[in-house]
């Protein structure tokens, strides 16, 4: 069984069948304290999209799979549906004692 495709091979997959420059990742650090916050970020035709979360750099690497994410989501969007099904029902519902 094969892995399940990355959202950074997505991103790059739908960079190459568009025909636009390859996605390029920024990582940012955060000194706080004794330590240092990490975070990333992916340009794509020229728009950042953000990692939600700051991480340490032994996870910087999700930090970039979380980017390529939030811009895979913003460039696929989902079609909205139209809301949950409603039911209705033929008879009022009272209480009576």
């Not at 959202?7 to 650090?29: E, G, R, W």
């Not at 139209?82 to 209480?95: F, L, M």
Request: net charge positive.
């Amino acid at each position: 069984m094969a892995a399940p495709e990355s959202y950074v091979q997505k991103l790059q997959h739908y960079c190459a069948t568009n025909q636009i420059a390859q996605p390029q990742f920024q990582d940012y650090s955060d000194p706080r304290g004794i330590r240092t916050a990490w975070s990333s970020s992916v340009f794509v035709q020229g728009r950042e999209y953000r990692a939600n979360l700051w991480r340490d750099y032994r996870y910087l690497e999700q930090s970039r799979e979380e980017a390529a994410e939030v811009a895979w989501k913003a460039l696929n969007p989902v079609p909205a549906s139209n809301g949950p099904s409603q039911v209705h029902y033929n008879r009022a519902y009272t209480t009576s004692r």
